[in-house]
């Protein structure tokens, strides 16, 4: 799925299914919350974390996806109530991003 079809999915299923659009405000820190969970994921699977049970490493991967997943609708969730159209938003954030960097990256001794 493009990432216009995107949008349009997750507002098709909030008029039906989720009623309405939360206020842009509790999007945001429903965002925030959600971003939180895939940071606590990650300390556990790249970082020095542990986890608190086997089994809950062992499903983890699949819980980082799920994580991931929810980051991305409430962000598409805000993009619709704000309307932006997060295809053009993205393509002038990569035109943006190669402008400035084009050697800024190359030339980073970190990077070698």
Do not use: P
Not at 103 to 110: C, D, F, P, T
């Amino acid at each position: 799925m493009t990432i216009r079809e995107a949008q349009e999915i997750v507002d098709e299923w909030i008029n039906t299914i989720g009623v309405r659009y939360y206020n842009e405000l509790t999007n945001t820190a429903v965002l925030i919350e959600e971003v939180g969970e895939v940071a606590r994921l990650m300390a556990r699977i790249y970082g020095e974390q542990s986890f608190k049970t086997r089994e809950k490493e062992l499903s983890a991967k699949d819980d980082l996806a799920d994580e991931m997943a929810d980051v991305l609708f409430v962000l598409v969730c805000l993009a619709n109530q704000t309307g932006i159209d997060l295809t053009e938003a993205l393509k002038k954030n990569l035109d943006k991003k190669t402008n400035r960097d084009k050697e800024r990256h190359a030339n980073n001794e970190k990077l070698k």
